[in-house]
């Protein structure tokens, strides 16, 4: 089945700075993967997504990349704020008819932007 | 609209214990599903369902049972629970079909077994 690896598991930037969430997935039949914020105490909220159609999506200070070659793909956060500070998870859909495969999560990325 | 909804938010059990959490959602989603989140180990997929009558084990079903009786809701039994079922468990939910994969999730439910 799917595996998701995401790294690092802990950021530390400064406010204002950029920061980068890496995630690789296994299998290669995987076609959509979204981009989760956790604040402390609250539920996995999405923040964006990309398919595997496209290369690179952009909403406003975030951006996610997707490499299908070398099955990875990368969240990135510019003029990070102190409101960023959160618990960020890439996943993966793995095998499954349309849009109702499993999703698969990576471990999660405690992402702390200093003022 | 409600969302995902869940019961109990917390629990205290004794280990052999079962109990169930519950879920229900009110946006007519296809897609529901459980994970469990544990300290750097982010949300692990316990079973999902990808509509009445169907459902599927995920990464670590062991211990958990399911059912989907209705659209609306998706229960999680513990049969027989042990201190390493202690976790946040939160439910999930998602149109089926080809527009959209977002899964929105409950508040989650807090279980601790001694």
């Known amino acids: 089945g799917e595996n998701v690896e995401q790294h690092p598991s802990t950021l530390s930037v400064q406010e204002g700075d950029s920061a980068v969430i890496k995630c690789t997935y296994s299998d290669s039949a995987s076609n959509y993967f979204p981009w989760y914020k956790q604040e402390l105490g609250k539920r996995p909220q999405l923040i964006i997504d990309?398919?595997?159609?496209?290369g690179e999506k952009k909403d406003q200070r975030i951006a996610v990349t997707l490499n299908k070659t070398a099955k990875h793909f990368s969240l990135h956060i510019t003029e990070t704020q102190p409101e960023d500070s959160a618990v960020y998870f890439c996943?993966?859909?793995?095998?499954?008819?349309?849009?109702?495969?499993?999703?698969?999560f990576g471990q999660g990325t405690t992402l702390q932007v200093k003022p | 609209n409600a969302g995902v909804t869940q019961t109990p938010k917390f629990q205290v059990l004794k280990t052999g214990q079962s109990m169930t959490l519950q879920c229900a959602q009110d946006?007519?989603?296809?897609?529901m599903s459980w994970y469990r989140q544990d300290p750097g180990m982010g949300l692990r997929l316990i079973h999902y369902?990808?509509?009445?009558?169907?459902?599927d084990q995920g990464e670590v079903p062991n211990g958990y049972n399911v059912s989907r009786s209705t659209t609306e809701d998706f229960p999680l039994r513990l049969l027989s629970a042990a201190p390493s079922q202690t976790s946040v468990y939160f439910c999930?939910?998602?149109?089926?079909?080809?527009?959209?994969?977002?899964?929105?999730f409950g508040e989650g439910s807090r279980l601790t077994v001694l």
């Open positions: 369902s990808v509509g009445a009558g169907i459902t």
């Open positions: 990309i398919r595997s159609n496209v």
């Open positions: 999930a939910s998602s149109y089926g079909g080809t527009n959209t994969g977002e899964l929105f």
């Open positions: 946006m007519n989603h296809e897609y």
């Open positions: 996943a993966a859909r793995g095998e499954g008819s349309g849009n109702t495969g499993k999703l698969i």
